[in-house]
Nanobody
């Protein structure tokens, strides 16, 4: 029933900014981590940025210093993208991790959004 709905993608010129949003509209879950991945044709999906429920952030090397990830209520994640470059062109996927069960036998589910296109023109 998790439904990660993404928005904010689009076409911008080099040096511009976009803010991606993702929110779970389909469940009452509170996620332990959320983030963004991106993928271009012929390449593996790569981590852009992630954030845990305690606020710990991780950024891919290629976006560090330009992108900022944030979370709201463990239900939504945002990605502020500044100084965009053509190399940032990709489909961006929202990701959410939900952990459950006892610590003796932890389990987790990973959920993905449908993806939103970001295109940065030269």
């Amino acid at each position: 029933q998790v439904d990660l709905v993404e928005s904010g993608g689009g076409l911008v010129q080099t040096g511009g900014s976009l803010r991606l949003s993702c929110r779970d509209s389909g469940s009452r879950f509170r996620f332990d981590a959320m983030g963004w991945y991106r993928q271009t044709p012929g390449a593996q999906r790569e981590l852009v940025a992630s954030i845990t429920s305690d606020g710990t952030t991780t950024y891919g090397d290629s976006v560090k210093g330009r992108f900022t990830v944030s979370m709201n209520g463990r239900k939504a994640v945002y990605l502020q993208m500044n100084n965009l470059k053509p190399e940032d062109t990709a489909v961006y996927y929202c990701n959410a991790l939900f952990s459950y069960g006892p610590i003796e036998a932890p389990q987790s589910h990973t959920y993905w959004g449908q993806g939103t296109q970001v295109t940065v023109s030269s």
